[in-house]
Every structure is written in C-alpha cells, then in structure tokens.
C-alpha cells in the first residue's frame, strides 16, 4: 500500500505523461484535419495513406493516454489533505 505523497507523485508523473500522449495526438490532428490542408480541390483528402497514417498515429497516442489513466493509482480527496507539510 503506498502513502498518499507516493500516490500524488506518481498521480502527478502519470498527469504529465497523459499529457504528452495528448498533445501529441492533438499535434498530429491539427496538422491538416484542423484547417483542411489535407483536402485536395475536390474537397478530398489528397494522400488517403499519410491521412490513415495520422489518424493511427493518434489513435495510438490516445490509446496509451487510456493505458496509463487505467494503470494509474490516483489520489483520493483524504490523500490530497493528508500530504505532511501541506497547510
């Protein structure tokens, strides 16, 4: 059983890492899904293969977001009160 500072440091780690998974999956769709950069003339996606390659890319980003809000051993309201030295 961890104490609630191990919970919040490693709560605060997993946030961080969350976020990265994030950011980068929203990198990767605002990179011509966003503006419709990616469209053609047509209103088509030119290069359907490198849009399928974004799309996964992100997904996967996404994907390991979940994994590690799954896996991770979040911190309760009594954690957050009970940390030593917090006011």
Known sequence: M???SERIARAAEATE???KHVAKALGVLS???ADGRALNSFG???E???RRLQLQSAIDA???AV???EVTEWPNANDYDNVP???
């Open 2 to 4: 961890s104490t609630a």
């Open 17 to 19: 890492q969350i976020q």
């Open 31 to 33: 990179n011509g899904f």
């Open 44 to 46: 088509i996606y030119g």
């Open 48 to 50: 359907p293969p490198a």
């Open 62 to 64: 996404l994907n390991a």
């Open 67 to 69: 994994m590690l809000m």
């Open 85 to 87: 030295g917090r006011e």
